[in-house]
């Protein structure tokens, strides 16, 4: 089972929107609706962002939202703001060994 | 508040072993899955491990099974990890994180550092 393939960066100025990609298999992303998204300021925890593909944990901005297709999930951010710059990784449960899998990970850069 | 706190890194010679907790507050420690999950310099986050809620089923990433070995303690609201046969590869920082029921860690603590050098 591989890491789940993202884009190794992505960058917009402030105010746009971007939108990270997830791309795995029919084994995880594709078999379970069970993705999520973690926002991560080096030094520091990762935080979850989005849960169950497009849940917004109690605390996360309406700027952040996921969905997906087939087996990629995306993450978009609107409004991009100068505190979104960090990496971003995806996760999925997966039908076989290992259970769980992150994404390759994404720097989010605001220009 | 709700938090975990992880430690027991520091700096072992590789083929030697070592012990990681992991000490919860705040929550009914006893409800939650807990995974390890770690960050080498560099590199993005890498899944070790998860437990049950009761500690009933164990599973491991591929790079660490037969290794490492995830266990807790409800009665003291603490998790562990063993490291065994330690690698240069394990260096990293270690989170330990509580799992919802669709496996979204919403939960982090602040990780504690793995150094594996002679």
């Known amino acids: 089972q591989s890491a789940l393939t993202q884009p190794a960066s992505v960058s917009g100025s402030p105010g746009q929107s971007i939108t990270i990609s997830c791309t795995g298999t029919?084994?995880?992303?594709?078999?379970?609706?069970?993705v999520s998204w973690y926002q991560h300021h080096p030094g520091k925890a990762p935080k979850l962002m989005i849960y169950e593909v497009s849940t917004r944990p109690s605390g996360v901005s309406h700027r952040f939202s996921g969905s997906k297709s087939g087996n990629t999930a995306s993450l978009t951010v609107s409004g991009l703001q100068a505190e979104d710059e960090a990496d971003y990784y995806c996760?999925?449960?997966?039908?076989?060994?290992?259970?769980?899998?992150f994404g390759t990970g994404t720097k989010v850069t605001v220009l | 508040q709700v938090q975990l706190v992880e430690s027991g890194g520091g700096v072992v010679q590789p083929g030697r072993s070592l012990r990681l907790s992991c000490a919860a507050s705040g929550f009914i420690f006893s409800n939650y899955a807990i995974h390890w999950v770690r960050q080498a310099p560099g590199k993005g986050l890498d899944w070790v491990a998860v437990?049950?809620?009761?500690?009933?089923?164990?599973y491991y990433g591929d790079s660490v099974k037969g290794r490492f070995t995830i266990s807790r303690d409800n009665s003291k609201n603490t998790l562990y990890v063993q490291m065994n046969s330690l690698r240069a590869e394990d260096t990293a920082v270690y989170y330990c994180?509580?799992?919802?029921?669709?496996?979204?860690?919403?939960?982090w603590g602040q990780g504690t550092m793995v150094t594996v050098s002679s």
């Open positions: 994180a509580r799992s919802l029921d669709t496996a979204a860690l919403d939960i």
């Open positions: 029919s084994s995880d992303v594709g078999a379970y609706n069970y």
């Open positions: 437990i049950s809620f009761d500690g009933s089923n164990t």
């Open positions: 996760s999925s449960f997966t039908s076989s060994s290992p259970l769980y899998v």
